[in-house]
T-cell receptor, first 114, second 111 residues
């Protein structure tokens, strides 16, 4: 299996622009997670889905952030409008409901908003 | 509010010695605890886990200890090797199969 695939790997955008991050989870996994990594908060859970349905989006920082999972093999995280403080590495992860192995992470998208 | 905390941002250890990484949590409903390892420009990868009904789990050089009364867990690496140099994240599993992570500890193993 190719693992969790995220695109793009790097994104540089201007403040105010819309940014869309993409994720393809591991085939067969029924949970998908979006995380943001910052120095202050570490790996921060933004939202997670089960069987394509959003379960908890309480970690989404503001209404500027939205996430969708239209099918089992694709999810997007959108920021509109983007701000410099959104600059971070965003990770997507997927898992089965197997307690001992946790989630498998993609390589992340490094977002820079200038 | 951080439900999982790692209070040591960094740790340096001599090769061959023991590395001890610590983690505290606040939610007594967590039922599984995990450690992940992260190299630069890569995503975190699973290292070892422990169920809340156990107090120790060992896998080769890696051992995780859980103290439920103190809401504290630790990862021991013995002996430490230069290839162990990475950022280590502690994580806890919530009731909905979601995973909460700490801020990470950067481990440097000095040859």
């Amino acid at each position: 299996d190719a693992g969790v695939i995220q695109s793009p790997r790097h994104e540089v955008t201007e403040m105010g622009q819309e940014v869309t991050l993409r994720c393809k989870p591991i085939s067969g996994h029924d949970y998908l997670f979006w995380y943001r990594q910052t120095m202050m908060r570490g790996l921060e859970l933004l939202i997670y889905f089960n069987n394509n349905v959003p379960i908890d989006d309480s970690g989404m920082p503001e209404d500027r952030f939205s996430a969708k999972m239209p099918n089992a093999s694709f999810s997007t995280l959108k920021i509109q409008p983007s701000e410099p403080r959104d600059s971070a590495v965003y990770f997507c992860a997927s898992s089965l409901r197997r307690r001992d192995r946790g989630a498998f992470f993609g390589q992340g998208t490094r977002l820079t908003v200038v | 509010d951080q439900q999982v905390k790692q209070n040591s941002p960094s740790l340096s250890v001599q090769e061959g010695r023991i590395s001890i990484l610590n983690c505290d949590y606040t939610n007594s409903m967590f039922d599984y605890f995990l450690w992940y390892k992260k190299y630069p420009a890569e995503g975190p990868t699973f290292l070892i886990s422990i169920s809340s009904i156990k107090d120790k789990n060992e896998d080769g050089r890696f051992t995780v200890f859980l103290n439920k009364s103190a809401k504290h867990l630790s990862l021991h690496i013995v002996p430490s090797q230069p290839g162990d140099s990475a950022v280590y994240f502690c994580a806890a599993r919530g009731t909905g199969n979601q995973f909460y992570f700490g801020t990470g500890t950067s481990l440097t193993v000095i040859p």
